[in-house]
């Protein structure tokens, strides 16, 4: 019941379209209060239709004529763009140059596939709940920096329906910064370097800068549940030579010495006493941690005003899961695998006719009421809702703020 299948996509779509996307809170988000008309008329949205069909440049007048085309087209992924200098759907007619994406807002992409070479339970697409922890730490490391080290306000962040995050930065400034100053932001935000050759990508200098302490707080909370206990990145002999060869010194030392009686728990506290002589000139225990849990930004997706992300609510296509807001509250207790499906809010959605006999009701009433109680009594509400206090927070802030420079131009 509820189960998701590939190929019913094209069936489950239009339903979810018609009567469970939020369009209504999610219109709200796109227009931010305040911005001129153009704003939403000059944003770019593609759509990836069946058999995979890619529209870019697609533009619309109002929030009103996107949902008609959503629910025209039924497509099998959204993503949002830059608000450009003019209509994208008229990008074509434009003078050469003319056409300039100007601002967007600041996005992250993270995405398990690139720890594949730090996780034993799964690879590549294939996530589980002992590398979700992963998705944890980073949104608490970047969220902190964001708040904290930038002062950022505005955050939403969103399960990509398969292996990952999304972090949608909203503040109004933000939404303005040039490339230059969010690839400044992601080089800030980024420890581990190097490719697939490269064996130790942490390297720390003489002193650890305080973004790096702050984070490093953050992992120490994590690591041995999951690096240790659900990784056991020390439990053989591959993976105790692959963490030894982070460190060589160390590494000749204990070079053969690999015990099959001890867990990794064991294994890494004999590694830290090894180490311990060492520390005076060396911070390898915390390089370890590091390269084992520190997230792992792909750097194109944020440094360009004009590079396209999966839309929040959109549906993945291989999975069925939607792509749902995560409550920065209960970063904790977010199960990937809870996520409804298409099929099950489907499910859901007969089931509440049925048992309600609202269909011929439903018929006789506005479709803006009709759709809001139909996703709010499924379980996609509670994400709607933690969308909606999202919205809340920004519009409570836009309101504080024209109150304080009104304030500020009286004349006493």
Known sequence: MGEFEPGSLPDLLPLYYRRLFPFGPYGRWLRYGGVPKSYFENREFSFTLRDDIYVRYQSFSNPQELEREIQKTNPYKIDIGAVYSHRPNQHNTVHMGAFQAQEKELVFDIDMTDYDDVRRCCSSADICPKCWTLMTIAIRIIDRALTEDFGIRHRLWVYSGRRGVHCWVCDDGVRKWSSTLRSAVVEYLTLVKGGEDTIKKVTLGDTIHPFIRSSLSIVEKYFEDYALVGQDILGSRE????????????????????????????????????????????????????????????????????????????????????????????????????????????????????DENEAEENEREPEGPRRSRDYKKTSLAPYVRVFEEFLEEMDNFRKGELLRISDSKRDF
């Open 239 to 354: 993976s105790w030579d692959k963490v030894l060869a982070l460190w060589p010194p160390v590494q000749d030392e204990l070079e053969g010495k690999f015990n099959k009686k001890c867990n990794s728990i064991q294994h890494w506290e004999h590694l830290r006493k090894k180490m311990e002589k060492y520390r005076k000139v060396s911070y390898a225990e915390k390089e370890i941690m590091l390269q084992y849990c520190f997230p792992r930004l792909d750097i194109n997706v944020s440094k360009g005003v004009n590079h396209l992300l999966k839309s929040p609510f959109s549906v993945h296509p291989k999975t069925g899961r939607v792509s749902v807001p995560i409550d920065l509250k209960k970063v904790d207790e977010f199960d990937p695998f809870a996520v409804p499906t298409i099929s099950r809010l489907c499910h859901e959605l007969d089931t509440i006719n049925h």
